[in-house]
């Protein structure tokens, strides 16, 4: 069995008389899988930085941070704001035995700076955490 064919069942609580059969199936096939996925290792990504402005390097506060994570990190997407010292935090967990970053987008949004944007190019998530920093060109009024 290959690692992206594990799958983590989560049984329901309280679940209706009439969905108890399905449960027991799934608890069944829960614990068949079980012991193939069980030595898949739990592996999350950290992924930091801070959004600053150039030239005095401030922070911006509530940045829109969009995260566009690939394939390999199970697809979707992440948006969040900056903290009042322009830092980001998000992680991505899954389960897997190789992890690899490269093809994570990053793209900055504020308001009065032009659009920041950057693909990772690399297979290392960094260690504890991997840091993309931005500094924001401001738009002339």
């Known amino acids: 069995m290959r690692p992206e064919d594990c799958v983590i069942v ?6 209706a008389a009439s969905m108890r059969q399905g449960v027991a199936v799934m608890s069944l096939l829960a614990a068949a899988l079980g012991s193939a996925c069980g030595e898949t290792p739990v592996r999350t990504v950290h992924l930091q930085g801070t959004v ?12 829109t941070v969009t995260v566009q994570w690939p394939a390999s990190l199970g697809g979707g997407q992440t948006v969040l704001r900056t903290n009042m010292s322009g830092q980001y935090v998000t992680e991505r967990t899954l389960r ?5 970053c490269e093809g994570i987008a990053i793209s900055v949004d504020a ?8 693909r990772y190019t690399e297979a290392d998530c960094g260690s ?7 500094t924001m060109y401001p738009i002339p009024r």
């Open 111 to 118: 308001p009065t700076f032009a659009t920041a944007y950057t």
């Open 128 to 134: 504890p955490a991997l840091t993309l920093d931005f």
């Open 52 to 63: 600053r402005s150039l030239g005095l390097q401030n922070p911006i506060p509530g940045a």
């Open 96 to 100: 897997q035995r190789e992890v690899s």
């Open 10 to 15: 989560t049984p329901l609580n309280g679940a």
